[in-house]
């Protein structure tokens, strides 16, 4: 279950297959399996939809998860990223852990009625368009960044399409964009040099801070090439 | 560099008045909201809204860029909020897609509202090149300094045009003075990383600017690229490709990183937004 989204969806083990042994903590031999997985709503499969996260994730939630990973089972990126000109762990932190008024990322929800009409100049931003929020999102988009702000709004796509592990990645990658004030070809050049290899989206840098094939373990250490 | 006039001690105090009123180093403060303001070492940025006369420009641009230590410079001017959201950076900073860049461009209606006014002051090494277009789709352009424009340089044979440039900067206090610069760049050979990493090492080597970047295209085609405007306001967009002969399309990237590192990339523009 998605533990930052209770009512959200269920995952349900259809199979598992081994894959690996390695050694844990202690020595003891244990197997990997990898298993596949299948969700659930109220106790309604879903079928063949994968990467479903959850539809009601708290946005500031998971960004705060995604500073804890930073510092755990993602170190490797954290590691990576303090080596980037301009990069200051303790104003990222400051974007995924705070609250606005202190430095933190708003996230806006544009599932939210209220935000996704609203405009976009509303938020302070470099740009007054007074086109809505919700236009950002015509194609799909997971999440944006508004420049000049702290502000990333959220796509319905974030809710329906991406892993909970994920959603997580992709608060430090619109984070990245704040922190850095770079785009997507700004990314990509600067993380190829932590191993990034461009790819044709940019959800490329999301999957590659998550670094696992499935986009769901954490097991891969973060910030390499699934 | 021509500066504008001085006023000399054996004028008239009426005539100093007036001639310092005309020399306009700074423009005044009931007129243009300054929108985006940033300087870096080599590079300055300032981005303005609201109505500006062109002899108020150059006076402004003259003293923002005429700096010897400035190298890469771009003094902007945007004649209403409404010509900005169409002629500056897009609304977003990542993940622009030939659909978003579609829905602002479909948007935009010449024949009723009229054309963007825009001026701007371009300074690439030493050269600064002035131009504009008004409300009325007349397009000037004018050298203020330098021999040639700072815009088009020709590399490996292959001739450069840099069409518009997007400044930014890391978050925070400490990075006040980390300014960056992307450049968008038209040529008429091939968008390679060859060509790309050739051309970003002329750049470097023009402006000595430490964090340069250049988005390389053999079209103007620069939709996917958030800094670029939706309507670039200095040439008509001759066709509007479909979105499948956008995606058929190449550019390169290449961004400087010192102390001697150009990174590149060349890449079609992605499916997913």
Wanted: aromatic content about 10%; overall charge negative; proline content about 5%.
């Amino acid at each position: 279950m998605n533990f930052n989204d209770a009512s959200g969806l269920d995952q349900s083990f259809v199979s598992c297959s081994w894959d690996a042994a390695e050694l844990d903590d202690e020595g003891n031999v244990v197997s990997i399996y990898t298993c596949s997985l299948a969700f659930w709503q109220s106790g309604r499969p879903l079928g063949p939809v994968q990467n479903k996260g959850g539809l009601h994730t708290n946005l500031a939630k998971a960004a705060k998860t995604a500073w804890q990973y930073l510092n755990s089972v993602w170190q490797n990126c954290l590691n990576a990223f303090e080596q980037i000109k301009g990069f200051n762990a303790t104003t990222f932190q400051n974007l995924l852990t705070n609250t606005p008024a202190n430095g933190g990322i708003t996230w806006l929800d544009d599932t939210d009625p209220s935000v996704a009409n609203s405009s976009i100049g509303s938020y302070g931003g470099t740009n007054t368009s007074t086109n809505p929020i919700s236009s950002l999102f015509q194609t799909g988009a997971d999440a944006v960044t508004l420049p000049g702000t702290t502000d990333v709004a959220i796509g319905p796509s974030y809710f329906t399409n991406e892993t909970q592990t994920q959603q997580i990645a992709i608060a430090i990658h619109e984070a990245l964009h704040v922190a850095l004030g770079q785009d997507d070809n700004g990314l990509y050049s600067t993380l190829s040099q932590f191993g990034f290899t461009q790819g044709s989206n940019s959800g490329q840098i999301t999957d590659w801070i998550v670094g696992t094939s499935d986009h769901m373990s954490t097991r891969g250490g973060g910030c390499k090439n699934p | 560099m021509q500066e504008p006039l001085r006023p000399v001690g054996s004028v008239t105090g009426r005539i100093i008045i007036v001639v310092l009123v005309l020399s306009g180093a700074s423009l005044r403060a009931a007129d243009p909201k300054t929108v985006v303001d940033l300087a870096g070492d080599h590079l300055r940025f300032r981005s303005l809204v609201g109505p500006v006369s062109k002899r108020e420009f150059l006076a402004a641009a003259y003293k923002f860029l005429g700096a010897r230590d400035v190298t890469l410079g771009l003094l902007v001017s945007y004649a209403s909020q409404r010509d900005r959201d169409l002629a500056g950076p897009g609304p977003v900073m990542d993940h622009c897609s030939y659909g978003l860049w579609r829905s602002i461009f479909d948007r935009y209606r010449p024949d009723q509202l009229g054309c963007l006014s825009v001026q701007e002051a371009v300074k690439v090494g030493s050269a600064i090149l002035y131009r504009s277009v008004d409300g009325h789709c007349r397009r000037s352009s004018e050298l203020l300094q330098g021999r040639a424009s700072p815009l088009d340089f020709v590399v490996d044979g292959h001739r450069m045009e840099i069409l518009e440039m997007h400044f930014h900067r890391p978050w925070g206090k400490e990075n006040l003075r980390r300014v960056g610069a992307e450049l968008f760049v038209r040529t008429d050979g091939p968008a390679t990383v060859s060509l790309g990493r050739a051309a970003t090492a002329r750049l470097e080597t023009i402006t000595d600017a430490e964090d340069v970047s250049i988005v390389l295209r053999s079209d103007s085609w620069f939709f996917d690229a958030c800094g670029f405007p939706a309507v670039y306001p200095f040439e008509r967009l001759a066709k509007v490709p479909t979105q499948e002969e956008f995606l058929g399309t190449r550019y390169a990237f290449c961004g400087f990183y010192p102390p001697s590192s150009i990174r590149c990339f060349e890449m079609s523009p992605g499916r997913k937004p």
